[in-house]
């Protein structure tokens, strides 16, 4: 049920976060300029554009929320593509018996946030 129900989840969140990343691959593939513009939206440090007191705080909370959104939509569409997988095996017509279903629902959704932690770690890494 967590399975059927993640990917729906994250069906909506990948369709719903999709603008940010294909911002984000256009950015990578237009140069320097396009991916500097992109950087600065979503990594720069926006406590640099002098604001002070309660504007200061607003700007990192956004910063935040900007990452998390970027994160939690990696996440999304790569979740939904591993559990996509297995739902194409399912409608094949393997994998219905109830010990089987239950393995493979669980490796879906483990697989989905390990494949997410790999993939930041291979972009924050290099």
């Known amino acids: 049920m967590l399975s059927s129900i993640l990917h729906r989840v994250t069906g909506v969140g990948a369709t719903v976060g999709l603008a940010i990343l294909l911002w984000w691959l256009g950015a990578l593939v237009s140069g320097p300029e396009s991916y500097a513009i ?5 990594w720069a440090d926006l406590t640099a554009l002098d604001w002070s007191g ?3 705080i607003f700007a990192s909370l956004i910063k935040i929320a900007l990452r998390i959104v ?7 569409v790569i979740a939904h593509a591993v559990s996509g997988i297995r739902h194409f095996v399912l409608d094949i ?6 010990t089987q279903n ?3 629902a669980t490796l879906s959704t483990v697989l ?5 932690a790999a993939f930041w770690a291979a972009l924050l890494l290099r």
């Open 38 to 42: 992109f950087t600065d939206w979503m």
């Open 93 to 98: 017509g393997a994998g219905y018996e109830l």
């Open 54 to 56: 309660a504007g200061a």
């Open 102 to 104: 239950n393995l493979w």
């Open 112 to 116: 989905g946030l390990v494949l997410t």
């Open 70 to 76: 970027l994160v939690g939509v990696s996440w999304a």
